[in-house]
């Protein structure tokens, strides 16, 4: 009888390795023709299937599945924004539902932290949010724009190319406040130099460390498809200062991948679709034209030439035309010839199921896009609830893509203007350059843009004055998400007005100057000297 096999010797290293081959062999057979009676896997990963037969996709990373066709997506993208109306629409609500008509800033300045006495910190933030303006009014290095509206250009750029790069730069000219600026590099000028192909450490323009790390930016001296024929030239942006080690170039791009170096233009997975769409719309719309036209057709008897060929004649007292077409005029009575006779084609356009078609065909788009159909078509014919959940819907992605935009772009540029101000010493905040945690109070805030749109609004209305009851929103949130406005200058505004016309500031108290009867009512301090005279004259 053997003695047990040790596995450390010949015999047991031979038995472990036949068992692992069975266990091997065992599985592919369970793999190929499943187990028992049963099937196991994913059936989306068969390819046995008629299905899924032809269906190969790679497994590349995110640099060789996307940067290959980055330049041809980019252009598509903004050829169907100049002129497919549908994809023009998308890209104005997207715009319109995160920025609005422009970002306001809103300092929040944490007291405890700074060390500030409470009384002292609305002022502080009313000087923060003053200086903020001036700035807004420089900040554009073209000085075409507003920065407000300077917001509505990056984050629409964004969006349509993928991304979009902002560069710090400083210039001060005699009368401006502040020398910051902030310039907008659209994506096709982030590419590599003299046009060399990718490698590890450069990669569509941007400039990798050997462990992934975003280093800087290749950007060239104007966009590649100008007028101009001259050389481009390029040159690196670091994306920190080697001394500060602030931010000077920022990227702006929506990442959805691990290793992702470039945003994807919004319309990249609908620019077919968009296309064909587009397309047939025109061809609908020519047909319908062509069918607005009345067509008629001549029929005639054969009649020969001298030749023997089939002539065409012309009634008595009928021109004919260049094509020898029998010329019909409005409102006339045309004699035929005997044999002739004249037949009329029946209109045929538009098609009845031109908007049915369409209408399941954005549905599609909208969903990819993220833009519920009504805001997509901008045409609510559903119900109160069907139309009130899409605008909600609308409004969290408005609100997703609008703090992507802050923390991408506004962030880092406001960082840039507190910087120069502080510096210039035009505002005194203590600890700004020493500490991080009181840097990171003096940049509290909150950025302020468009409000919810509001279907009924006597029902929103009386929706926060229940949540302001109960504490769950504060009334400046109201003001933020519904009417707009700033909480300090419309509650000041509000006590001017109760003031001026003899209303409580607080409902259920007197207003002021004014005397409550014993039954209740008011009454001037007028009527009251009149009441002090009546009791003299009685005495």
């Known amino acids: 009888m053997l003695k047990p096999a040790k596995k450390t010797s010949l015999r047991g290293r031979l038995a472990l390795g036949m068992k692992g081959l069975a266990l091997t062999v065992q599985h592919g057979a369970m793999a190929l023709g499943g187990f028992s009676s049963g099937t196991s896997g994913h059936d989306a990963a068969k390819r046995s299937t008629r299905r899924t037969r032809g269906w190969g996709p790679g497994q590349g990373s995110s640099a060789s599945d996307d940067l290959p066709d980055i330049e041809t997506l980019r252009g598509r ?3 169907l924004d100049r002129n497919n109306a549908i994809a023009h629409g998308a890209a104005n609500t997207k715009v319109n539902g995160a920025i609005g008509a422009g970002l306001q800033l809103r300092s929040v300045l944490d007291s405890k932290v700074l060390g500030i006495d409470e009384s002292a910190v609305s002022e502080l933030q009313y000087q923060i949010e003053r200086e903020w303006e001036i700035f807004e009014r420089e900040a554009d290095f073209t000085g075409q724009l507003h920065l407000r509206d300077w917001e509505r250009v990056a984050f629409r750029s ?6 979009v790069g902002v560069a710090r730069r400083y210039r001060k000219r005699p009368g401006e406040t502040y020398g910051t600026r902030v310039v907008l590099i659209e994506a096709d000028r982030i590419c590599n130099p003299n046009r060399r192909a990718d490698t590890d450490q450069i990669q569509a323009g941007v400039q990798l460390s050997t462990d992934g790390e975003v280093q800087g930016y290749y950007v060239t001296d104007r966009h590649p498809g100008d007028l101009r024929s001259a050389a481009l030239k390029w040159a690196f942006v670091p994306r920190r200062g080697a001394t500060s080690g602030m931010l000077q170039f920022v990227l702006a791009a929506d990442i959805t991948r691990p290793g992702q170096v470039r945003g994807i233009p919004l319309f990249a997975p609908v620019e077919e679709d968009l296309k064909q769409l587009g397309d047939y719309s025109a061809a609908e719309i020519k047909a319908a034209i062509n069918d607005a036209y009345l067509f008629a057709f001549e029929e005639t008897a054969a009649e020969g030439d001298d030749d023997g060929l089939p002539a065409i004649t012309t009634p008595a007292g009928q021109q004919s035309g260049a094509s020898d077409e029998l010329q019909l005029s409005d409102l006339t009575i045309t004699s035929l010839a005997p044999g002739r006779k004249v037949t009329v084609k029946k209109p045929e356009r538009p098609n009845s199921a031109f ?12 969903t990819a896009l993220d ?10 014919s559903s119900s109160f609830s069907a139309s009130r959940g899409a605008l909600e819907l609308a409004y969290k992605v408005s609100m997703v893509e609008q703090a992507w935009f802050v923390r991408s772009v506004l962030d880092p540029v406001r960082e840039w203007q507190f910087t120069e101000m502080v510096a210039s010493g035009r505002f005194n905040a203590p600890g700004f350059f020493d500490d991080p945690i009181k840097r990171a109070a003096w940049l509290g805030r909150e950025w302020v843009g468009p409000t919810r749109v509001q279907i009924n609004p006597q029902v929103e209305a009386n929706a926060d004055k229940t949540d302001i009851e109960m504490g769950t929103k504060t009334r400046e949130q109201v003001m933020t998400e519904r009417t707009g406005g700033s909480f300090d200058t419309k509650s000041r505004q509000v006590l001017h007005e109760r003031e001026v016309l003899g209303v409580p500031a607080t409902p259920g ?4 100057n004014v005397v409550r009867n014993n039954d209740g009512t008011d009454q001037s301090p007028d009527q009251d000297d009149e009441d002090d005279d009546n009791q003299d004259e009685k005495k």
């Open 158 to 163: 964004a969006r349509i190319s993928g991304d």
């Open 509 to 512: 108290q007197p207003a002021p």
């Open 77 to 79: 993208s903004r050829d």
């Open 355 to 366: 908007d049915g078609f369409v209408m399941a065909f954005c549905k599609q788009i909208g």
């Open 371 to 380: 833009v519920p159909y009504e805001l997509l078509m901008k045409h609510f």
